[in-house]
């Protein structure tokens, strides 16, 4: 599976991003999705993940509210809606994919990773 994250970029607090990663290489009704985040000096962590169908979603409890994890299987794209961002949510986000597990939050169970892309809230 290739991951490609998109849509990260500077933004001012209480701003919204929406980031896109489109998928290819396998079939993507047959992978959960999930998103996580790095910021500088601290461990990658869980942001939200969904299930292959799209019909589970869940969340950490630092975004919860705040952001939304979607996807759209026939366009092999999965989505991460941002909103009302806080400097804290300052870090690279990354896409991954899970061939083995029908949703999940620990990274251990993710077999594949996009490249990241930086998010920059400013307050």
């Known amino acids: 599976v290739q991951l490609q994250a998109s849509g990260g970029g500077p933004v001012q607090a209480g701003g919204s991003l929406r980031l896109s990663c489109a998928a290819s290489g396998h079939p993507f009704a047959n992978i959960a999705m999930g998103w996580f985040r790095q910021a500088p000096g601290k461990e990658r962590e869980f942001v939200a993940g969904?299930?292959?169908?799209?019909?589970?979603?869940f969340y950490s409890d630092s975004v919860k509210g705040r952001f939304t994890i979607s996807r759209d299987n026939a366009k092999n794209t999965a989505w991460l809606q941002m909103d009302s961002l806080k400097p804290e949510d300052t870090g690279v986000y990354y896409c991954?994919?899970?061939?083995?597990?029908?949703?999940?939050?620990?990274?251990?169970?993710?077999?594949?990773w996009g490249q990241g892309t930086l998010v920059t809230v400013s307050s």
């Open positions: 991954a994919a899970s061939t083995t597990s029908t949703m999940a939050s620990l990274s251990h169970l993710y077999d594949y």
């Open positions: 969904i299930s292959w169908s799209g019909g589970s979603t």
